[in-house]
């Protein structure tokens, strides 16, 4: 009956690494609502993985995945959206965001995040540059749209999923 509560979606943004995926999925059985990981419903779109998509049409290609994507949700109502770290980099993204609900914003330090990341080789961004330094600085590119976009932030250094989980319902 919880999930009725919400007519509109909760999205979950932020960098690589800031644990988006494994919170979304907590919320959604929490709140009973459906949750949906925007990467892989690209890559089942496409019928290729993250990975093959950057290689075979490129960075651009996939970011207009991630747009249409959006638009796609933006019909929908009571959806739990782990967002791909990189949805921010499109202005026009944020706003399709904002029309369609609520947006939590998880952070971490580059420090953190790495150690989350470093042995994944599905993240066709890091592949060849899984280090702090190069973590540390597309943070800082990023950081500002981070920010413009979320309604709620949420620090996830050094805390538990449950934690984190019960913060973001106490402030929803
Ligand atoms: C990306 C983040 C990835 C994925 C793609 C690009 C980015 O999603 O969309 O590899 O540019 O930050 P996750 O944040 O779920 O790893």
């Given at each position: 009956q919880l999930g009725e509560t919400f007519s509109y979606n909760i999205m979950i943004i932020g960098f690589?690494?800031?644990?988006k995926s494994t919170i979304a999925k907590c919320l959604s059985e929490i709140l009973s609502m459906e949750e949906v990981e925007m990467d892989q419903h690209i890559a089942e779109k496409e019928g290729m993985s993250i990975n093959q998509i950057f290689e075979e049409s490129g960075e651009e290609y996939f970011r207009n995945c991630e747009s249409n994507t959006l638009i796609e949700f933006n019909?929908?109502?009571g959806l739990i959206i782990s967002c791909?770290?990189?949805?921010?980099?499109r202005e026009e993204n944020i706003s399709h965001m904002k029309n369609q609900g609520k947006i939590i914003l998880l952070s971490a330090t580059p420090e953190t995040i790495y150690e989350r990341v470093?042995?994944?080789?599905?993240r066709p961004i890091l592949?060849?540059?899984?280090n702090i330094e190069f973590i540390a600085n597309l943070l800082e590119q990023r950081i500002d749209r981070y920010i413009e976009a979320a309604d709620i932030i949420i620090n996830t250094d050094n805390k538990t999923i449950e934690e984190i989980t019960d913060e973001i319902l106490r402030k929803l």
């Open positions: 690589m690494g800031t644990g019909s929908k109502k791909g770290g990189g949805v921010v980099l470093k042995d994944n080789t599905e592949r060849n540059n899984m």
